[in-house]
């Protein structure tokens, strides 16, 4: 400890005293001087100050400046402090965040080896699959869930379910994923779920099994969520869910992976299997790329190119979906031009079944999302006969 500023110490608990509410810059000032003299009751306020300032801050570069300030208020705290471990993996987790936001990587994914080791490896996982290393992020992910079971989440289980389906691993993503819809399905029963969400799930292990090759166990399942979208068109939901688009986001995201560029180190794509977690920099990246998208889907048209049209709409439509497919305001009026166009562009391939049962599909599970069960009924049943009758 260098030498002490008795005046600049007297000059902070002067302000702590005093009957005024202090800025956070204010506590921040003061809790650095008291920090010094007295570590064990200030170092974890100025955690919480410096972190608290960090995320009120516009400025990239000054909130890497507070975090990494508090990473290292964290590790001064001692090693018996109550809540050390948690203040500092907060700190370490806004550290990170900060750097991606900055484009520094290597040094973000070395904050994200640290977390690990302290038992937070969802970020970590996240950052493997941006980067197209499946399989190590579903290791992670299986310790995550087994550590936690029998709770686990529908997102750890779908996260966990993208990244062995991406290592090419489809069967045992097919038996995570059936473990999450066996559980979802016995909630539903119980009405803690919504029936919006188990037919999600059951249209994505559809697709999950169409996709490794399993016909009729793809068939089946499209079966089942037909029954489940009868009943919601029949009935509604049994209770009022008001929170259920990030589901929604997520499985319709995912959906789209085969459609995007392979992910790399060199070149890394969102962590599709997630609604979180995403490094900033691979977000903006990502939406980025929605007016080159817009000015190729313009000249398609002018072409009448309209097998890519669909394809090329659809990218459009996943993007907007991620950017603000979780805001309920005027959410059917908002998002369903997108899907009306794809089963438009769709219809006008008539020797082209695929491409209408994709978006046909697409626009059932945007309108469960809305609410909207008749119609969302009436798409798939017109995708369950057109599947049968292949």
């Given at each position: 400890?260098?030498?002490?500023?008795?005046?600049?110490?007297?000059?902070?608990?002067?302000?702590?005293?005093?009957?005024?509410?202090?800025?956070?810059?204010?506590?921040?000032?003061?809790?650095?001087?008291?920090?010094?003299?007295?570590?064990?009751?200030?170092?974890?306020?100025?955690?919480?100050?410096?972190?608290?300032?960090?995320?009120?801050?516009?400025?990239?570069?000054?909130?890497?400046?507070?975090?990494?300030?508090?990473?290292?208020?964290?590790?001064?705290?001692?090693a018996d402090?109550?809540?050390?471990?948690?203040?500092?993996?907060?700190?370490?987790?806004?550290?990170?965040?900060?750097?991606?936001?900055?484009?520094?990587?290597?040094?973000?994914?070395?904050?994200?080896?640290?977390?690990?080791?302290?038992?937070?490896?969802?970020?970590?996982?996240?950052?493997?699959?941006?980067?197209?290393?499946?399989?190590?992020?579903?290791?992670?992910?299986?310790?995550?869930?087994?550590?936690?079971?029998?709770?686990?989440?529908?997102?750890?289980?779908?996260?966990?379910?993208?990244?062995?389906?991406?290592?090419?691993?489809?069967?045992?993503?097919?038996?995570?994923?059936?473990?999450?819809?066996?559980?979802?399905?016995?909630?539903?029963?119980?009405?803690?779920?919504?029936?919006?969400?188990?037919?999600?799930?059951?249209?994505?292990?559809?697709?999950?099994?169409?996709?490794?090759?399993?016909?009729?166990?793809?068939?089946?399942?499209?079966?089942?969520?037909?029954?489940?979208?009868?009943?919601?068109?029949?009935?509604?939901?049994?209770?009022?869910?008001?929170?259920?688009?990030?589901?929604?986001?997520?499985?319709?995201?995912?959906?789209?992976?085969?459609?995007?560029?392979?992910?790399?180190?060199?070149?890394?794509?969102?962590?599709?299997?997630?609604?979180?977690?995403?490094?900033?920099?691979?977000?903006?990246?990502?939406?980025?790329?929605?007016?080159?998208?817009?000015?190729?889907?313009?000249?398609?048209?002018?072409?009448?190119?309209?097998?890519?049209?669909v394809d090329?709409?659809?990218?459009?439509?996943?993007?907007?979906?991620?950017?603000?497919?979780?805001?309920?305001?005027?959410?059917?009026?908002?998002?369903?031009?997108?899907?009306?166009?794809?089963?438009?562009?769709?219809?006008?391939?008539?020797?082209?079944?695929?491409?209408?049962?994709?978006?046909?599909?697409?626009?059932?599970?945007?309108?469960?999302?809305?609410?909207?069960?008749?119609?969302?009924?009436?798409?798939?049943?017109?995708?369950?006969?057109?599947?049968d009758a292949?």
């Open positions: 400890m260098g030498k002490i500023d008795h005046d600049a110490v007297l000059r902070a608990r002067v302000l702590l005293l005093g009957s005024g509410r202090l800025s956070t810059l204010e506590k921040v000032h003061a809790y650095r001087v008291l920090a010094e003299v007295s570590p064990k009751a200030y170092l974890p306020k100025l955690v919480d100050a410096l972190l608290s300032l960090s995320y009120e801050s516009r400025v990239r570069e000054a909130r890497l400046a507070l975090a990494a300030e508090a990473v290292g208020a964290g590790r001064r705290m001692e402090a109550p809540k050390r471990a948690e203040r500092l993996c907060g700190a370490l987790d806004a550290y990170q965040r900060a750097l991606f936001a900055l484009g520094r990587r290597a040094e973000g994914r070395a904050v994200c080896e640290e977390l690990a080791e302290a038992g937070q490896r969802g970020r970590l996982a996240s950052l493997l699959a941006e980067e197209g290393r499946f399989l190590e992020a579903a290791q992670l992910n299986e310790k995550t869930v087994r550590d936690r079971k029998p709770e686990h989440s529908f997102w750890n289980m779908v996260e966990w379910a993208a990244n062995l389906e991406g290592a090419g691993l489809h069967d045992a993503a097919s038996a995570v994923f059936r473990e999450l819809l066996d559980e979802t399905r016995r909630k539903a029963v119980g009405q803690n779920t919504s029936l919006a969400i188990l037919t999600w799930e059951l249209i994505h292990l559809s697709r999950m099994f169409e996709t490794a090759g399993r016909g009729p166990d793809s068939a089946a399942t499209r079966r089942e969520a037909l029954t489940v979208l009868e009943e919601l068109a029949t009935t509604g939901e049994p209770k009022s869910w008001s929170c259920v688009l990030a589901w929604w986001v997520t499985l319709f995201t995912l959906s789209g992976r085969a459609d995007e560029p392979a992910a790399s180190a060199e070149s890394p794509m969102p962590p599709f299997g997630t609604d979180l977690g995403w490094s900033s920099d691979v977000r903006d990246a990502f939406l980025g790329t929605l007016p080159e998208l817009e000015g190729e889907a313009a000249e398609l048209r002018k072409t009448g190119r309209i097998p890519e049209l090329v709409q659809r990218r459009i439509t996943l993007r907007v979906a991620i950017r603000e497919g979780n805001r309920h305001h005027r959410f059917e009026e908002r998002f369903g031009p997108y899907f009306d166009e794809g089963v438009t562009l769709a219809r006008r391939l008539p020797d082209d079944p695929a491409r209408l049962t994709r978006a046909l599909t697409d626009r059932s599970m945007f309108l469960v999302a809305a609410a909207n069960f008749g119609p969302a009924h009436a798409d798939f049943s017109e995708v369950v006969a057109l599947l292949r």
